[in-house]
């Protein structure tokens, strides 16, 4: 695949666009995924995914910039980077600065790093829907609360309250987080399904998040 890729890019005529994000695998472990949008000789859209690499380090322009470098270096395809298509995290705009450093080091200096960036329009719509469900600066809401100490009031009643005052959705928060806190908990909840249904898959309830876009709608889903 990647020979074939490589092959393919050095025949273009056009320059590659270019998508990549980072997230957080169910390992715990942060990836920096790389993906190339391109016309080939034929003049038909490819599309391939250049890169899926280990992230280490804080998630800062600088080492998403420095990671999708080794990325080009590999390819081989300095010479053609076209545009960006990225979530709208301000670490992105970082990211296009220090690329655009790296190719001035080498020679090429008509590189726009703001001009190169397109916004994500799946992440806007994002934003907006956590708006309506939540209310404004959900992001440091959520992180007030990840940084509550653990078995505080701060981390106990605090929390609930605070998620009680974002409406229904937010006591269903509540109920969900009491019960996938713990194994034991989900085992009592798998036992009183199967009481009742004992022919029936028993699932088990899903926690939404703010980075999982889609989320808080299969949470609510899962809970009816």
């Not at 994000?21 to 038909?44: E, F, I, S």
């Not at 990671?67 to 990225?86: A, P, Q, R």
């Amino acid at each position: 695949m990647k020979l074939r890729d490589k092959e393919s890019l050095h025949q273009v005529e056009t320059r590659i666009q270019y998508s990549f994000d980072l997230w957080t695998g169910p390992n715990r472990h942060a990836y920096l995924g790389t993906v190339g949008h391109w016309m080939d000789a034929q003049h038909q859209l490819q599309i391939g995914l250049l890169g899926l690499q280990r992230f280490r380090g804080a998630h800062t322009g600088e080492n998403q910039a420095a990671s999708f470098w080794k990325v080009i270096c590999d390819f081989e395809v300095h010479h053609l980077i076209g545009k960006f298509t990225m979530d709208n995290a301000s670490n992105n705009d970082t990211t296009l600065v220090y690329i655009a450093k790296y190719l001035t080091e080498i020679g090429i200096t008509n590189f726009d790093s703001i001009g190169s960036r397109v916004r994500c329009f799946g992440h806007i719509l994002n934003l907006c829907v956590q708006a309506f469900l939540w209310g404004e600066d959900i992001n440091a809401f959520e992180w007030n609360i990840l940084l509550s100490e653990p078995g505080t009031i701060t981390d106990g009643i605090s929390e609930l309250l605070n998620w009680r005052k974002r409406g229904p959705l937010g006591k269903l928060h509540n109920i969900l987080l009491y019960m996938t806190r713990t194994p034991q908990r989900i085992d009592r909840f798998e036992d009183k399904v199967r009481l009742h249904n004992p022919h029936e898959t028993v699932c088990i309830p899903k926690l939404g998040n703010v980075t999982r876009w889609p989320s808080d709608y299969e949470s609510l889903e899962r809970a009816f």
